[in-house]
């Protein structure tokens, strides 16, 4: 056949039959008794082990992010694009904290996603709901358009994050928080152009402070620094987070029933509490 070298073909075809029978053979691996529950079609029956998890964190270290987005990072602004791998060392161990208490919460009481924690510590579906679909929302941007989509996922982390060591955010004024931090977030992400690929808007997620602007006051007039959208729009969003919250508890507004108990943050594998798998 012309145009075709035989030696790629023959790699990838040998590559294309064994990822088939691996999947194949892993149906039927470590398979569950039913696949009526979220648990096996979202978390694999929880029976990844550490082996396995290494794998999946190494998939979700190299994805686009790596491949598409740092690669045009650099191309467009240079140096500046090497962040990524000090980023990526002092975050995971970061990261990290916070998943053990998520994971040990999670498999005592049955949480498949993030927002099942948010409904279950605060009993809130809203916030649930917000929580479900900034995380969906965030996934196409943050392929698309380098860093933005982290900018928006960041703005649940109070819910999340926070609401895995205290439950002293009021939940409408976590809502309240997330609305100011998406708003402002959207609309500095807005303003930043990008003139090296030829965009007016939406070029970048990186805001030099001198842009900064507080309802007219720009506090760091003159200054070249630049920072992350993400981490300026949080700051708004824990603010105001923090100021409903105490305006609430002044006000006495009630809150919803936390479903959660001290002792599930602090759960293992093996613990005889522990909720059985796939139980409706």
Do not use: C
Not at 79 to 89: C, M, Q, R, S
Not at 124 to 145: E, F, N, Q
Not at 221 to 235: E, K, P, R
Request: zero cysteines.
């Amino acid at each position: 056949m012309s145009g075709i070298n035989a030696t790629e073909m023959l790699v990838f075809l040998l590559l294309f039959v064994f990822v088939a029978v691996m999947g194949f053979m892993a149906a039927r691996w470590k398979s569950g008794d039913t696949m009526d529950h979220l648990d096996e079609w979202g978390l694999g029956g929880r029976k990844f082990g550490g082996w396995i998890t290494w794998f999946l964190v190494g998939g979700d270290l190299y994805t686009a992010y790596t491949f598409v987005a740092v690669p045009a990072l650099m191309y467009a602004s240079g140096a500046i694009g090497f962040f990524a791998l000090p980023y990526t060392v002092v975050l995971y161990p970061i990261v990290f904290l916070p998943v053990l208490r998520l994971w040990s919460v999670s498999r005592s009481d049955g949480y498949v996603t993030p927002a099942d924690f948010v409904r279950g510590r605060y009993s809130s579906p809203t916030l649930a709901l917000i929580v479900a679909i900034t995380g969906i929302v965030a996934t196409m941007p943050y392929i698309a358009l380098q860093l933005i989509g982290g900018v928006i996922i960041l703005q649940t982390l109070p819910a999340v994050a926070i609401a895995l060591y205290t439950r002293w955010l009021h939940s409408k004024a976590l809502i309240a928080g997330w609305v100011v931090g998406m708003a402002w977030a959207l609309y500095l992400l807005w303003t930043i152009p990008n003139p090296a690929i030829g965009k007016e808007y939406f070029g970048g997620s990186a805001l030099t402070l001198s842009q900064l602007s507080i309802v007219g006051w720009h506090p760091f007039a003159g200054s070249t620094v630049q920072i992350y959208v993400g981490v300026v729009a949080l700051a708004a969003n824990l603010l105001v987070a923090v100021l409903v919250t105490i305006a609430l508890r002044l006000a006495e507004v009630g809150d919803g029933r936390d479903a959660t108990q001290g002792a599930d943050y602090h759960a293992d594998e093996g613990d005889p509490a522990l909720r059985p798998i796939a139980v409706h």
